[in-house]
Structures are given as C-alpha cells and as structure tokens.
C-alpha cells in the first residue's frame, strides 16, 4: 500500500508521457504508486516506457469503459493511496511537488491543496490566452479565493491537486462527473464546503501543444462549460425567490440565456442597448438598465467583461456584490 495514489488516463500520449514519466519517478516523496489507465491509445506508450516498468510502483490497467471520466473510475478503483492526485499523461511535475502538497494536507486546514502553474511548449510559443488563464490561476493561489469565481473558469487546474482518499469518496469521487470533468469535480467540492489551500510555488508545468484534449475534444469547448456551470448554478446558488437578472447579450449572454430558457428558468435580460433588440432574443424581451424594476434582493448572472465595480456603479446600488455571479 502507498502513501499517494497518481491517477494518470492516457491516450495518444506517445510524445510526451516519458517525460511525464521520469518528472514522477524524480519525485523526493517517493511512497506512491502510478496508475496509468489506457483510454483506448491507437499508439504504444508503454513501448516508449518499457526500461521504467519494472518499478512495481507503477500500476497499468486498460479502461474497460471510454473517455476520461471511465479511465479516472477505473484508476480510482485500484487506487490504495491515503491520498490521491491526477496527473496528465503529457505533463511535468517539480520534483518538489509531491513533498509539498502532502506536507500542506497534513498540517491540516484544507482537504485539498493545489499550488500555481506555468505554461510550456517545446514546439510553438504559447497563445495570450493561455497565459492569460495561468496568470488568472496563479492570482486565485495568491488570494486563495478559489470558488468566489468558479463560475467564471475552472480555478485550478486538472493535473495540479491532491485529497485525502476518504474526502474524494464523500463527495462521489469521479462516478457520474460530466464534462469537463475537472471543473465538474471542482463543483462537488463547492457543494461539499471543502477549503483548498494554494502552495505559492509552481507545482504543475502545464505543456501546451495542437493535440491536447482540451483542444481536440467537444467536452471542452466553450458550449459544454456553460452548460454545466448554469446547471450548477441552478442547482446550488439559483434562490427561486430572488429576481434572477443576466447582463449581457454577446456570446456567453446568449449561451446563458438558451440555457436558462431550456431548463424553465424565469429571468430578466439587460442589454445595455436595448433599443438594438426591440424584438428580443430567442422570444426573450430585453429590458435597459432604466426599466429595471427594484432588484435590490437580485441575483446577477454577468456575462460581459465589466469589472464588479463598474457594474455595481451602472446598477446604481441596487444588487449586492455578494450576489454577482461572474461567467
């Protein structure tokens, strides 16, 4: 039986996963096991592994299943760790990391602790908007304010956590989690009122390259995140008795507002030019910010780029910041 418990779904990851590989055999902790999971790979990883099998911490299994959130199940399953952690199969770890992260859990406090990121890629540079998302991950370490903004973005990253075994079984470890899982896990957490601690070191290096799931798959475009953050949001944060205003008609207000209507949701759509859609969206009335009745009770779904200050200003008072949903 291990200490920690490395949970690793891996697919087409011929490229990189020795990398990965050697990151995690570096490692100055080193009571752990690997349980790699092959997702169905058309390529033979484990070819590419072959001289570092023999180390009985590394565990292979095959998921019987499909997709991410099967092979997760399956690793979990075999799983004897006290704690368990993910890790991608195109990924680098610090070999700090494990050390670190265990040290903070067992101070106690949190029951999960995750740290900062950075961004690499040994074939392109990498795009504004991703170092834009890590330095945006790297602020929620540095104010340790995890879940004030989980409905913006997921707020730690997929490969760059650790819990306790027994937390992750409370909450329903990775059976019936949706896509994107990571984030979807991050919302049980939030039901489950758990504290996360952030390390200030970067714990996870993040490689950035064309074929990356994140990039390739549908589960993780922009549609199914607002899918499943709206679900949420209904389900753990929507008050049924509270005016529910969405600010916003691009995009993301759009996405919203067919979500919202799809589930019977009743709610008042700003436009902050309503005289642009004076038959409405999607058989949806628009109303501007001078026709809005006392909302002062109101929940705010803001879908623009207007900063919380500045929205609470055009609303002249009338909502409470606590009530503001950032997406």
Same mark, same amino acid.
């Given at each position: 039986?291990?200490?920690?418990?490395?949970?690793?779904?891996?697919?087409?990851?011929?490229?990189?996963?020795?990398?990965?590989?050697?990151?995690?055999?570096?490692?100055?902790?080193?009571?752990?096991? $690997?349980? *790699?999971? +092959?997702?169905?790979?058309?390529?033979?990883?484990?070819?590419?592994?072959?001289?570092?099998?023999?180390?009985?911490?590394?565990?292979?299994?095959? +998921?019987?299943?499909?997709?991410?959130?099967?092979?997760?199940?399956?690793?979990?399953?075999?799983?004897?760790?006290?704690?368990? /952690? #993910?890790?991608?199969?195109?990924?680098? %770890?610090?070999?700090?990391?494990?050390? #670190?992260?265990?040290? *903070?859990?067992?101070?106690?406090?949190?029951?999960?602790?995750?740290?900062?990121?950075?961004?690499?890629?040994?074939?392109?540079?990498?795009?504004?908007?991703? =170092?834009?998302?890590?330095?945006?991950?790297? @602020?929620?370490?540095?104010?340790?304010?995890?879940?004030?903004?989980?409905?913006?973005?997921?707020?730690?990253?997929?490969?760059?956590?650790?819990?306790?075994?027994?937390?992750?079984?409370?909450?329903?470890? !990775?059976?019936? =989690?949706?896509?994107?899982?990571?984030?979807?896990? %991050?919302?049980?957490?939030?039901?489950?009122?758990?504290?996360?601690?952030?390390?200030? *070191?970067?714990?996870? *290096?993040?490689?950035?390259?064309?074929?990356? /799931?994140?990039?390739?798959?549908?589960?993780?475009?922009?549609?199914?995140?607002?899918?499943?953050?709206?679900?949420?949001?209904?389900?753990?944060? $929507?008050?049924?008795?509270?005016?529910?205003?969405? +600010?916003?008609?691009?995009?993301?207000?759009? =996405? /919203?507002?067919?979500?919202?209507?799809?589930?019977?949701?009743? !709610?008042? $759509?700003?436009?902050?030019?309503?005289?642009? !859609?004076?038959?409405?969206?999607?058989?949806?009335?628009?109303?501007?910010? +001078? @026709? =809005?009745?006392?909302?002062?009770?109101?929940?705010?779904?803001? /879908?623009?780029?207007?900063?919380?200050?500045?929205?609470?200003?055009?609303?002249?008072?009338?909502?409470?910041?606590? #009530?503001? !949903?950032?997406?």
């Amino acid at each position: 039986m291990s200490l920690i418990s490395i949970l690793t779904p891996y697919r087409n990851a011929s490229t990189y996963i020795r990398e990965t590989a050697l990151s995690i055999l570096a490692q100055t902790h080193t009571d752990w096991e $690997w349980i *790699l999971v +092959n997702d169905h790979s058309s390529e033979n990883e484990l070819e590419v592994l072959a001289d570092l099998l023999d180390d009985p911490r590394i565990v292979l299994l095959e +998921n019987k299943g499909e997709g991410i959130i099967d092979a997760l199940c399956t690793a979990f399953a075999h799983a004897d760790g006290e704690y368990i /952690t #993910r890790m991608d199969a195109d990924d680098v %770890m610090p070999d700090f990391k494990l050390t #670190r992260m265990l040290s *903070l859990l067992q101070k106690g406090g949190a029951a999960i602790v995750t740290g900062k990121v950075n961004y690499f890629s040994h074939i392109d540079s990498i795009s504004t908007g991703y =170092l834009s998302y890590e330095k945006w991950l790297n @602020e929620r370490v540095d104010q340790q304010d995890f879940y004030m903004q989980i409905y913006r973005e997921c707020s730690l990253a997929s490969g760059n956590w650790m819990m306790r075994k027994s937390d992750l079984e409370n909450c329903g470890g !990775f059976v019936d =989690l949706n896509y994107p899982e990571d984030y979807d896990l %991050m919302f049980r957490w939030y039901e489950a009122g758990y504290a996360i601690k952030g390390l200030d *070191l970067v714990t996870h *290096l993040w490689r950035d390259h064309d074929l990356r /799931t994140s990039k390739t798959s549908a589960h993780y475009q922009q549609k199914a995140f607002f899918s499943l953050k709206i679900n949420r949001f209904v389900a753990l944060d $929507w008050n049924s008795q509270q005016q529910l205003i969405v +600010n916003g008609t691009g995009q993301k207000g759009r =996405l /919203t507002a067919k979500l919202l209507i799809g589930k019977n949701v009743p !709610f008042i $759509w700003v436009s902050h030019e309503p005289e642009k !859609f004076l038959t409405g969206i999607f058989g949806h009335p628009l109303v501007g910010l +001078n @026709e =809005l009745p006392n909302c002062d009770q109101a929940q705010i779904l803001n /879908t623009t780029m207007l900063a919380e200050e500045v929205l609470l200003e055009l609303y002249q008072g009338k909502v409470d910041k606590s #009530r503001i !949903f950032v997406l």
